[in-house]
């Protein structure tokens, strides 16, 4: 498993941006799928962006246009810039990880077929 630690959340006003960070820490993380997943209080937890091993992206359309997903590999750490931050982005966001297998379009926003994850960050949006 990779072990993964969250930053970069906060408070903003709507339209503002955040970008969040995950550090990994672990062997293979080139190769390791990866995805940002939120959950805001009395909801399910929800895919919000993912990226595969070469880099292929995929959003919710909840947020594609304006959350764009990244990863460096030299420095172990995954990215989600935020822009035109809305109130209903306002949820605990995760990172995960997972080492992949089948067809990665048809997990890649399931929480369950994730891993290893990361322990938070609250990102809220006010009006």
């Known amino acids: 498993q990779v072990q993964l630690v969250e930053s970069g959340g906060g408070s903003v006003q709507a339209g503002g941006s955040l970008r969040l960070s995950c550090v990994a820490s672990g062997s293979r993380y080139s190769s390791t799928y990866m995805g940002w997943f939120r959950q805001a209080p009395g909801k399910e937890r929800e895919g919000v962006a993912a990226?595969?091993?070469?880099?292929?992206?995929s959003y919710a359309n909840s947020v594609k246009g304006r959350f764009t997903i990244s990863k460096d590999n030299a420095k172990n750490t995954l990215y989600l810039q935020m822009n035109s931050l809305k109130p209903e982005d306002t949820a605990m966001y995760y990172c995960?990880?997972?080492?992949?297998?089948?067809?990665?379009?048809?997990?890649?926003?399931?929480?369950?077929?994730?891993?290893?994850w990361g322990q938070g960050t609250q990102v809220t949006v006010s009006s």
């Open positions: 990226i595969d091993s070469d880099g292929s992206t």
């Open positions: 995960a990880a997972d080492n992949g297998g089948g067809s990665w379009y048809l997990w890649r926003f399931s929480p369950r077929e994730y891993n290893s």
